[in-house]
Nanobody, 125 residues
């Protein structure tokens, strides 16, 4: 499974940005629960949001709850992260990932077996 994350860029604090993750594979997107992680310089990679296989259930880190929305279009094999009211602390490389391990580990990096290459989001104050 190949994942391609794109759509990152520069935005001012308070602005919005949507990043996407295309799944380049014969296997449909609906086969995997998926997530967005992010990693800022000098920090650990952390989960931002997770979405279920069907797209009906989602989870958000406290730091982005109410500002970010994860969604998935299984017909297009694409996942999205809509980010509103962005803050400088949101600056990071954002990675999409497909969960291949235990669903109980959905917030843990180790549960994800497929990763995109990352897309950089920079929020200026």
């Amino acid at each position: 499974v190949q994942l391609q994350a794109f759509g990152g860029g520069w935005v001012q604090a308070g602005g919005s940005l949507t990043i996407s993750c295309a799944k380049v594979t014969r296997r449909p997107c609906s086969n995997f629960p998926m997530a967005w992680f992010r990693q800022a310089p000098g920090k650990e990679r952390e989960v931002v949001a997770h979405i279920s296989r069907s797209g009906g259930t989602s989870y958000y880190a406290d730091s982005v709850k109410g500002r970010f929305t994860i969604s998935k279009d299984n017909t297009k094999n694409t996942m999205y992260l809509h980010m509103n009211n962005l803050k400088p602390d949101d600056s990071a490389v954002y990675y999409c990932a497909a969960l291949t391990g235990s669903l109980t580990d959905y917030a843990r990096r180790r549960a994800y077996g497929f990763w995109g290459q990352g897309t950089l989001v920079t929020v200026s104050s």
